[in-house]
């Protein structure tokens, strides 16, 4: 098998520059002792070929699509049984890793680039740092702070548990076949804060019904939690999600939790 036919439904855009794939590696810094790295669709493995240059770290990849598969198999015999088929969606870390801190890397999908960062989200306490391609509109919206109208609930949930660093630009030429839009590779490195301090499923519950109705002040975003009139009185309720950083929602969700109904 000479290559792997890009499938629009899998959201496939293999990267052909070595010199891309090479700054994307280098991106990772391994932070806590990380040795185990788990590559996100490699395809036909540009970047994969590089992180097994590398013998500071153990790379891993996982891949839905069978025909990657196949490929991975007949030209990286150097990843032996570490080569997963299956959906990372669906996938438990810590039954593949068990106990091992770990970095993520990849050119995710566009179309499930969202759901892979609430499975990083989902296993925060093991994923140490996630190095991604996605879309440069994306990019921009997870880096982006407080007043930002891209500001938003992954801009939110992410921030929390990861410092979000915007790294640089990819153009549409270097892939096959090149995507509509522009590319940009981004780095989460997990912060020092175990523990928000309040209730963390109330704190993603909070931070996504205050997104959904983002032009409504939170006193009528955050109705469905039930608290009475009285407890909306304080100034906080006359903003909009977008104006409120991480600390912010998370004293919010204290005082949802203490009066919702």
């Known amino acids: 098998m000479d290559s792997v036919r890009a ?16 700054r994307i590696v280098e991106a990772l810094r391994l932070p806590n002792g990380v040795r185990e790295v788990l590559e996100i669709g490699p395809g036909m493995g540009v970047l994969t070929g590089t992180l097994l240059q590398n013998p500071a770290y153990r790379t891993s990849v996982v891949e839905i699509d069978r025909e990657s ?14 080569i997963i088929s299956a ?15 770990l970095s993520i890397i990849g050119n995710f999908p566009y179309n499930i680039s969202s759901q892979i960062f609430f499975q990083v ?40 548990f990861y410092e979000v660093e915007y790294l640089f630009t990819v153009p549409p030429h270097v892939f ?13 490195t997990r912060n020092a804060i175990e523990h928000l301090g309040c209730d963390e499923k109330l704190f993603f519950q909070v931070v996504k019904q205050a ?33 409120l950083g991480v600390g912010e929602f998370v004293e919010l969700t204290k005082w949802v939790e203490q009066h919702k109904q």
């Open 7 to 22: 499938k629009k439904h899998l959201g496939q855009h293999f990267l052909a520059d070595p010199n891309i794939a090479r």
């Open 69 to 82: 598969v196949v490929y991975l198999q007949q030209h990286f015999p150097a990843l032996e049984d570490r």
């Open 176 to 188: 096959n076949p090149p995507p509509k839009v522009q590319s940009a590779v981004i780095r989460l």
């Open 211 to 243: 997104f959904q109705t983002r032009r409504k002040t939170l006193r009528n975003a955050l109705k469905p939690f039930g608290m009475p009139a009285e407890a909306t009185t304080d100034a906080v309720f006359d903003k909009r999600a977008e104006q």
């Open 87 to 101: 959906d990372f969606l669906r996938q438990d870390l810590n039954e593949l890793f068990p106990g091992e801190p």
């Open 121 to 160: 989200l989902a296993h925060r306490q093991q994923v140490r740092e996630v190095v991604g391609m996605i879309q440069k509109e994306v990019a921009d919206r997870l880096a982006e702070g407080p007043g930002s109208k891209t500001y938003g609930i992954l801009s939110v949930l992410l921030q929390a």
